[in-house]
């Protein structure tokens, strides 16, 4: 148990630099000059919300992913300690939950996209570099 408490202190720092490398491009790209520059439209708004989402919803998954594999790593070392068990069976457990819960927000917002015709809801770009999903 211990292990695993040293191994979230140790990964948890280089994921909070990492989703900080992945939208900060966003911000430096979001500033405007409001003196020169006309008002945001709605397209962009819609393309930024996009891009939110769709960060938040790939880095969500690889934590689920993670999380269920540590779940599965400690079922294999709990030695058949009934309390060891029970806890990784529900790190497993919530690990399922959680990417079922992104899957089915990407779902609604594919359905949001489709039924709007906003197809940049679905867009996720990183300074020039764009990927649909």
């Given at each position: 148990?211990?292990?695993?408490?040293?191994?979230?202190?140790?990964?948890?720092?280089?994921f909070l630099?990492?989703?900080?490398?992945?939208v900060?491009?966003?911000?430096v790209?979001?500033?405007?000059n409001?003196?020169?520059?006309?008002?945001?439209t709605?397209?962009?708004?819609?393309?930024?919300f996009?891009r939110?989402?769709?960060?938040v919803a790939i880095?969500?998954?690889?934590l689920?992913?993670i999380a269920?594999?540590?779940?599965?790593?400690?079922?294999?070392?709990?030695?058949?300690?009934?309390k060891?068990?029970?806890?990784?069976?529900?790190?497993?457990?919530?690990?399922?939950?959680?990417l079922?819960?992104?899957?089915?927000?990407?779902?609604?917002?594919k359905v949001?996209?489709?039924f709007?015709?906003l197809?940049?809801l679905l867009?996720?770009c990183?300074?020039?570099?764009?990927?649909?999903?």
């Amino acid at each position: 148990m211990e292990v695993v408490k040293q191994m979230r202190q140790k990964i948890f720092p280089f994921f909070l630099v990492a989703f900080y490398f992945l939208v900060s491009p966003q911000l430096v790209i979001a500033q405007i000059n409001l003196d020169t520059d006309p008002a945001p439209t709605l397209d962009q708004l819609t393309g930024l919300f996009g891009r939110v989402i769709s960060i938040v919803a790939i880095v969500g998954g690889f934590l689920s992913f993670i999380a269920l594999i540590v779940g599965g790593f400690k079922y294999i070392t709990a030695r058949g300690d009934p309390k060891a068990i029970t806890a990784a069976q529900g790190s497993i457990t919530w690990a399922i939950i959680g990417l079922a819960l992104i899957i089915i927000s990407w779902l609604i917002l594919k359905v949001v996209a489709d039924f709007t015709g906003l197809q940049q809801l679905l867009k996720f770009c990183i300074g020039t570099t764009c990927f649909k999903l």
